[in-house]
């Protein structure tokens, strides 16, 4: 077995869950993202970080398979990413700042669903669990349109905590949260990497990343060609 076998690229920690080489897109004659490589392992969290519009949730789509990038590759679990996959669609939870909730169905009545297609086991004693842990058990009964901004943001990644995943995608979690959700927020993605859960993360807020992410990838402005 040759060397490229081991070659992890990653402290030797084991296998990248996730691996993300030389991602490039351009916008015209902006090139946002310039061969950008990641590797997030099982039970690591790895940061993404820079100024607005150096190309983070860019990269994040482009890495999940919603945009389609110049060049590059995403690789998860050793399956090129794409969100039609049903392999892929089973290992992946994506939170993204445009997540969408079924307009006619109630807060519990969303996150059943979500549970349930995604073969969850105890879809009901999971959901009911999770909107407990995220302080929507109150308003489960309503639909989302009637959603406070900040209780639409907890309904969103309480649609990622209700379904099986092993590498979780979110971007800027942390906003229109409360500081109390700031702080549950920060624990739950530790008990995910506890769990063995892979994170990658957006975000603007430092000490959420300090918490809890082991390594940070710092993007820089974009470049015109
Ligand atoms: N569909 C698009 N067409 C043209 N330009 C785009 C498109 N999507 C993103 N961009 C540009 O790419 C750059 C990066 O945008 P992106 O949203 O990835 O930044 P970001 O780092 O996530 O910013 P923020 O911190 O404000 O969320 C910006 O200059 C943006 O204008």
Known sequence: ???????????????????????????????????????????????????????????????????????????????????REPAIRRDLAVVMDDTDFFPDLSVVEHLDLVARAHAQHDAEEVVNGVLDEVGLTEVSGQLPSTLSSGQRRRLALASAFVRPRRLLVLDEPEARLDVDGVEWLGARLLSEKAAGSAVLLVSHDPALVERVCDRVVRLGPPTDD
Request: some cysteine; glycine content about 18%; hydrophobic content about 40%.
């Open 1 to 83: 077995m040759g060397d490229d076998a081991r070659d992890d690229g990653h402290d030797g920690v084991g296998a990248a869950l996730l691996a993300v080489r030389g991602i490039t897109r351009r916008f015209g004659d902006r090139t946002v993202l310039a061969g950008v490589d990641l590797d997030v392992a099982a039970g690591e969290a790895v940061g993404v970080v820079g100024p607005n519009g150096s190309g983070k949730s860019t990269l994040l789509r482009c890495i999940v398979g919603a945009d389609e990038a110049d060049a590059g590759t995403s690789v998860l679990a050793g399956r090129t990413v794409d969100e």
